[in-house]
């Protein structure tokens, strides 16, 4: 159980197009999804925290207007990539939480990831 | 705000033996919860072991078990009987305000 599935896993854009990356859970209902980007050979930095029918909360430093964020239902968060360009290139991984109590609800389970190249 | 510390970039262990990955954290928390994540050339992240700040006793799953020492902010993870499929980034975190704080990581080879 717990399966994140993400897709796609690679996308290859122009510079200015858009890019929408899907983030699921497959057998649970998440309440709260996250989206976070990891450089080469570096640590995951959390971008944005999403809930169910509400506004993500961005973390300082990120465009909203840039990384859009919806998460229209309890088991599909979308990002899409505004007006992508080469600086955005980066590995893009989203996780998702359980709605439960306890300490179970703090455990976040990782979609695959997304390679986005930008030319 | 939290802060995690992997001070070991790169760590190598012949198959079989065990090796110890090093991380320490701050938090103004009172209530969190640690974790150990693992990262395989897939990139595909899995969780390794996790603990609850409140418990003293120190978690286990299966070959892998944590040194969780709360007063010394530290939290190492032990992994016995390595084995090849071991080989990975791991990363250390702690999640509190809602959110999880990773460390820089820590490269893990398999020396067969």
């Known amino acids: 159980g717990a399966v994140v599935s993400q897709h796609p896993s690679w996308v290859i854009c122009k510079s200015g197009t858009s890019v929408k990356i899907e983030c699921r859970s497959l057998d649970f209902q998440a309440t709260t999804m996250f989206w976070y980007r990891q450089f080469p050979k570096q640590s995951l930095m959390l971008m944005a925290t999403s809930n169910e029918g509400s506004k993500a909360t961005y973390e300082q430093g990120v465009e909203k207007d840039k990384f859009l964020i919806n998460h229209a239902s309890l088991t599909l968060s979308t990002l899409t990539v505004t007006s992508a360009h080469p600086e955005d290139s980066s590995f893009y991984i989203c996780s998702a939480r359980r709605g439960l109590a306890g300490g179970a609800k703090n455990i976040q389970y990782f979609g695959a990831g997304t390679r986005l190249s930008v030319l | 705000a939290q802060t995690v510390t992997q001070s070991q970039p790169e760590m190598s262990v012949q198959e079989a033996e065990t090796v110890t990955l090093s991380c320490t954290y701050d938090?103004?928390?009172?209530?969190?919860?640690l974790f150990w994540y693992k990262q395989p050339p897939s990139r595909q992240m899995i969780l390794v072991i996790r603990?609850?700040?409140?418990?003293?006793q120190n978690a286990t799953e299966n070959r892998f078990s944590v040194n969780f020492q709360k007063a010394a902010k530290s939290f190492s993870l032990k992994i016995s009987d390595s084995q090849l499929g071991d080989a990975a980034m791991y990363f250390c975190a702690t999640f509190g305000n809602e959110k999880l704080t990773f460390g820089t990581g820590t490269r893990l080879t398999i020396i067969p």
């Open positions: 938090t103004s928390e009172s209530d969190y919860y």
């Open positions: 603990q609850e700040a409140y418990k003293q």
